[in-house]
């Protein structure tokens, strides 16, 4: 079992940056694959970022790319969100997410099996 938790969220004006975290609990012995995902209300969830489970490899959305980045301390097991020049269709609730099994680099949610609680991110105009 792995447990996250994540933080950092919060209000901020278009253009601003927020950094979230996430930190692991639990099985962090083990090599997995990190992602940060968001759902904006009526919406799906969607993938924004990823990381191996050596840091090595990243992936993001094109939405993102430019903009986000994503990094790990595997020493503290969190991994974090640098988001910069924030806009509002960034508003959304972040998950984070593990892959205990092999992560194809892919945007697929079922490739994650251990999610956060979420954090409300909130960018207005």
């Known amino acids: 079992q792995v447990q996250l938790v994540e933080s950092g969220g919060g209000l901020v004006q278009a253009g601003g940056s927020l950094r979230l975290s996430c930190a692991a609990s639990g099985r962090t012995s083990s090599s997995y694959a990190m992602g940060w995902f968001r759902q904006a209300p009526g919406k799906e969830r969607e993938f924004v970022a990823a990381i191996g489970w050596s840091a090595r490899s990243t992936f993001y959305d094109d939405s993102v790319k430019g903009r986000f980045t994503i990094s790990r301390d595997i020493a503290k097991s969190t991994v974090y969100l640098q988001m910069n020049s924030l806009k509002p269709e960034d508003t959304a609730v972040y998950y984070c997410?593990?892959?205990?099994?092999?992560?194809?680099?892919?945007?697929?949610?079922?490739?994650?099996?251990?999610w956060g609680q979420g954090t409300q991110v909130t960018v207005s105009a």
């Open positions: 997410a593990a892959a205990m099994g092999y992560y194809s680099g892919s945007s697929r949610r079922d490739e994650f099996d251990y």
